[in-house]
């Protein structure tokens, strides 16, 4: 962006001065590359964080659902930078768009009444099945790409385990107070938890 407006300003010179865009002081966020801001919470806030239970014993089924249930970890990050990078992906992952729309197809009663009543419920079931899990899975999609850009890696939990300290949003959130609880135990697992198994990757 800086460059552009550095070329704009170049291009708009020969003809008759500075444009107003040039003339303003361009304003970057403080040690942060996050268009979110700099978080607040510091590494003396880890002392009011209850680590999750990581450790378990495998019956070896629930490898399979890994690509759902996992925690993030990276090698010698403190807490604060750990909840810092996640915040940063958690904000990213909100209101995404499940892409299930109201779409119409002709039938018999199309253009009636009764045809844009069943229309109108037909979409709302279809949401309610679809558009929930698709968003959940957007958002799975969209936190394992942002932290495995930012270096983590990715270890499975079982289900039950994941519970404890995870969320998902389909067509309803979660508040913000128990969201920034679950987020802080998810930024002391990736700065300091002990994961077992694999490293899984993206």
């Given at each position: 962006?800086?460059?552009?407006?550095?070329?704009?300003?170049?291009?708009?010179?020969?003809?008759?001065?500075?444009?107003?865009?040039?003339?303003?002081?361009?304003?970057?966020?403080?040690?942060?590359?996050?268009?979110?801001?700099?978080?607040?919470?510091?590494?003396?806030?880890?002392?009011?964080?209850?680590?999750?239970?990581?450790?378990?014993?495998?019956?070896?089924?629930?490898?399979?659902?890994?690509?759902?249930?996992?925690?993030?970890?990276?090698?010698?990050?403190?807490?604060?930078?750990?909840?810092?990078?996640?915040?940063?992906?958690?904000?990213?992952?909100?209101?995404?768009?499940?892409?299930?729309?109201?779409?119409?197809?002709?039938?018999?009663?199309?253009?009636?009444?009764?045809?844009?009543?069943?229309?109108?419920?037909?979409?709302?079931?279809?949401?309610a099945i679809f558009g929930s899990?698709?968003?959940?899975?957007?958002?799975?999609?969209?936190?394992?790409?942002?932290?495995?850009?930012?270096?983590?890696?990715?270890?499975?939990?079982?289900?039950?385990?994941?519970?404890?300290?995870?969320?998902?949003?389909?067509?309803?959130?979660?508040?913000?107070?128990?969201?920034?609880?679950?987020?802080?135990?998810?930024?002391?697992?990736?700065?300091?938890?002990?994961?077992?198994?694999?490293?899984?990757?993206?």
């Amino acid at each position: 962006m800086h460059d552009l407006a550095a070329v704009a300003a170049m291009v708009a010179l020969p003809f008759g001065g500075t444009p107003a865009a040039a003339q303003e002081k361009t304003v970057y966020l403080v040690d942060s590359a996050s268009p979110f801001g700099v978080s607040a919470v510091t590494n003396a806030d880890a002392q009011s964080v209850t680590m999750p239970k990581l450790d378990y014993t495998s019956n070896g089924t629930e490898a399979a659902d890994f690509d759902k249930y996992y925690a993030f970890h990276r090698a010698d990050t403190d807490f604060a930078t750990a909840y810092g990078d996640i915040a940063e992906c958690d904000n990213y992952a909100r209101g995404l768009q499940s892409g299930v729309s109201d779409v119409q197809v002709p039938y018999p009663y199309a253009g009636t009444m009764a045809g844009a009543l069943g229309g109108a419920i037909g979409s709302a079931v279809a949401m309610a099945i679809f558009g929930s899990a698709e968003k959940r899975r957007l958002r799975r999609v969209n936190m394992r790409t942002c932290m495995n850009f930012k270096g983590y890696d990715r270890y499975g939990l079982p289900k039950a385990l994941w519970d404890e300290f995870n969320f998902e949003e389909g067509l309803s959130g979660v508040n913000e107070e128990k969201r920034q609880h679950y987020l802080k135990q998810q930024a002391l697992v990736a700065s300091s938890g002990k994961l077992q198994g694999k490293v899984l990757g993206l």
